[in-house]
């Protein structure tokens, strides 16, 4: 599986991306940055990816889940409850692509404020 290094702040940590169409554009487009966007325990911020919505997209998604929300362009980290929930899981705004999965406690995305810079770069073995 292809892996990828996620910056924010104080807070770095290594991610694995699916075997799906979404997971490789947005693995052709890296490195890029973008502006953290919280919304409850979600970070999302747009990146150079127009992909459409998978078969398999979903709003119902999983604390460590990484998506990308074709409705908005945007890289996607869901680490708990978001406005959308209806209990402790995540839940997107609407269907996202999932691409990936963090490697580690991904609760630590808590500590990124709205606004800070998010860094995404290739992890090459």
Not at 61 to 80: K, M, R, S
Not at 96 to 120: C, H, Y
Request: proline share 8%.
């Amino acid at each position: 599986m292809k892996k990828i290094l996620i910056t924010s702040g104080e807070i770095s940590m290594q991610a694995e991306l699916t075997d799906t169409p979404t997971a490789q554009a947005v693995w052709d487009k890296l490195p890029f940055e973008g502006k953290a966007n919280t919304w409850g325990d979600e970070i999302y911020f747009i990146v150079p990816v127009s992909m459409d919505q998978e078969p398999d997209a979903s709003a119902q998604v999983e604390v460590g889940d990484l998506g990308y929300w074709p409705t908005g362009f945007a890289f996607c980290i869901f680490f708990g409850p978001t406005p959308a929930s209806t209990d402790e899981q995540p839940r997107a705004y609407s269907p996202v692509n999932v691409i990936g999965r963090v490697l580690g406690d991904a609760t630590q995305f808590k500590a990124v404020k709205n606004g800070e810079p998010v860094e995404v770069v290739r992890v090459e073995d």
